[in-house]
């Protein structure tokens, strides 16, 4: 069965560095997300994005969030300068098209530690 | 904002009594969809409801879609130990290209 793959599953970096996530959507979907999630707490939207653009973005997706989808199959977050609250699990998601009603398929998820 | 409300935020039941959890958005959904997420995992698709009054089955979960297309449940019936874990409404809002998460309700089996 086709999956969503991220890596690493667990991230530990010193508060001021830059962090990458890498997620591998599944193959024929055009739609790709970000979520967060804190420990414990709700499944949080970060960023929506389709046919290499940016299509949605919470609040949460400040100006130190960035993604890019650098070779057609990597899908990447980025966070420039962590802070302690980026602590979370991030969750990659790929939809296959546009209309609402496909399912999102989320990937493991990469646990980052800010210290 | 587009928010989804869901409660209750925490059950805990005996193995074999029932479980509800209720979702209730504060704007019209095309659709609505729940996920479940076992301890230290990742959101797993479960079903997706669509029609206005819409209700599926799968086995012992029963889902519900409100006539409004605001609110939402997920109902299982005799609760097993495997039932464990986080359950999510996901609701995409009738023009926006996101699904937004309720917060979730966190089921916990006795047995």
């Known amino acids: 069965e086709p999956e969503v793959t991220q890596t690493p599953s667990h991230q530990v970096t010193q508060m001021g560095q830059e962090v990458i996530l890498r997620c591998v959507p599944i193959s024929n979907h055009l739609y790709f997300y970000w979520y967060r999630q804190i420990l414990g707490q709700k499944v949080e939207f970060l960023v929506s994005?389709?046919?290499?653009?940016?299509?949605?973005k919470s609040e949460i997706f400040d100006d130190q969030f960035s993604v890019e989808r650098p070779d057609g199959s990597n899908f990447t977050l980025k966070i420039r300068s962590t802070k302690l609250e980026d602590s979370a699990m991030y969750f990659c998601?790929?939809?296959?098209?546009?209309?609402?009603?496909?399912?999102?398929?989320f990937g493991q998820g990469t646990r980052l530690t800010v210290v | 904002g587009q928010q989804v409300m869901q409660i209750p935020q925490y059950q805990h039941v005996q193995e074999g009594e029932d479980f509800t959890t209720y979702c209730n958005s504060s704007?019209?959904?095309?659709?609505i969809q729940w996920y479940k997420q076992r301890p230290g995992g990742h959101p797993v698709f479960l079903i997706q409801?669509?029609?206005?009054?819409e209700v599926k089955k799968q086995k012992r979960l029963t889902f519900q879609f409100g006539e409004a297309k605001k609110n939402s449940s997920l109902h299982i019936t005799a609760t097993q130990t495997t039932d464990v874990g986080t359950y999510f409404c996901a609701g995409f809002m009738e023009y926006g290209n996101k699904l937004v998460f309720g917060a979730g309700t966190i089921l916990r089996v006795k047995s």
């Open positions: 409801l669509v029609k206005s009054g």
């Open positions: 998601a790929s939809r296959e098209r546009q209309v609402p009603n496909t399912e999102a398929f």
């Open positions: 994005f389709y046919n290499n653009e940016i299509s949605e």
């Open positions: 704007t019209t959904l095309s659709n």
